[in-house]
């Protein structure tokens, strides 16, 4: 590399960062919807229909980018909450960016914080195919309740059992004269998993963490 092709690489440089590695992800964004009832605001969760992935769950409105509509994850969030709850983006006002979520079984999710200009839930349209109902949650239970901690083991495991049986050797360790630690599964990470529990709705995993975060916020 010459000095001209360094220079021009550096004013390309921003103190934004990314993630490296995004691409190898699943990557989705939701939007952490308020609305604003009885002079405080709520969280409004959806709980997913039984038939589609993760059915059963309780969630915010959100999917997966889909590179060939949306411009950004932005553009994702808003354009699941239309096509979940019914609501059309005039009524949705983005408050901010909240932290994005990595998960360790390959998903990293957007978060935006939004207001619902709406007055009830029962204005919503939902999308019966992907919601089975929504429920509201007083943003101050959160304040005044602090979630169950467990955790998982993730290990690196370099070959997997397949479907049929057989072992599918994912990196050859051997072959590419790696230490022989990696023949087999490694690490010893341990993730963090939170929970609330509302009126027997089990609220964890991602959308805990989005919670977390706006809640800290509020307490900052």
Not at 12 to 38: A, C, H, T, W, Y
Not at 113 to 123: D, F, P, T, W
Not at 166 to 174: A, Q, T
Not at 191 to 213: C, P, Q, S
């Amino acid at each position: 590399m010459n000095k001209n092709t360094f220079n021009k690489m550096k004013k390309m440089m921003k103190d934004e960062v990314n993630m490296n590695g995004r691409e190898d992800f699943i990557n989705s964004s939701v939007i952490v919807p308020l609305i604003f009832i009885n002079d405080e605001y709520h969280f409004l969760f959806e709980k997913r229909n039984i038939n589609i992935s993760q059915g059963g769950e309780i969630c915010f409105p959100g999917g997966r980018l889909d590179e060939y509509i949306d411009i950004d994850s932005k553009a994702t969030a808003i354009r699941e909450i239309e096509e979940e709850l019914g609501i059309t983006r005039d009524n949705i006002e983005i408050v901010g960016r909240i932290d994005t979520v990595f998960s360790p079984v390959g998903v990293i999710v957007d978060g935006y914080l939004a207001v619902l200009k709406l007055k009830s839930i029962e204005n919503l349209n939902i999308n019966k195919d992907e919601v089975e109902y929504t429920f509201l949650v007083p943003v101050s239970w959160f304040e005044q309740n602090k979630p169950s901690q467990y955790c998982v083991c993730i290990k690196a495991h370099p070959s997997i059992i397949n479907e049929v049986g057989k072992e599918e050797v994912l990196l050859p360790s051997r072959k590419l004269n790696l230490p022989q630690v990696y023949s087999k599964p490694w690490g010893k990470g341990r993730y963090k998993i939170y929970l609330y529990n509302y009126n027997n709705e089990v609220i964890w995993g991602i959308t805990a963490r989005f919670i977390m975060d706006v809640i800290s916020r509020i307490k900052d």
